[in-house]
Nanobody, 121 residues
Framework: QVQLVESGGGLVQAGGSLRLSCVASGSIFSFNAMAWYRQAPGNQRELVATITRGGSTNYAISVKGRFTISRDNAKNIVYLQMNSLKPEDTAVYYC???????????????RGQGTQVTVSS
């Protein structure tokens, strides 16, 4: 059984940085990609970034140039480095396993419990 555990969230001032981590345990070989999503109260869940097993990445326009997704395949860890944070980045951030095909991501795998990111102005 695959489990995902996120960490690294917290409270930061606008302009600051945080690095989120997502550790996967169990067999993840049936999934070829990992994504970070976020959801703010009253908003729909937003796909933030994806990374394939081979290292190909995609980003939402709202975070491109500020966030970087990376992975350590040996340790089954995916990171989300978030720089130049804005109050509108405030949300619960989730990692989600799935299948990527081109620019499309299907979140058909397990999801973590989420980690809260709060950016103050």
């Amino acid at each position: 059984q695959v489990q995902l555990v996120e960490s690294g969230g917290g409270l930061v001032q606008a302009g600051g940085s945080l690095r989120l981590s997502c550790v996967a345990s169990g067999s993840i070989f049936s999934f070829n990609a990992m994504a970070w999503y976020r959801q703010a109260p009253g908003n729909q869940r937003e796909l933030v970034a994806t990374i394939t097993r081979g290292g190909s990445t995609n980003y939402a326009i709202s975070v491109k140039g500020r966030f970087t997704i990376s992975r350590d395949n040996a340790k089954n860890i995916v990171y989300l480095q978030m720089n130049s944070l804005k109050p509108e980045d405030t949300a619960v951030y989730y990692c989600n396993l799935g299948l990527a095909s081109g620019d499309l991501f299907n979140p058909n795998g397990p999801r973590g419990q989420g980690t809260q990111v709060t950016v103050s102005s």
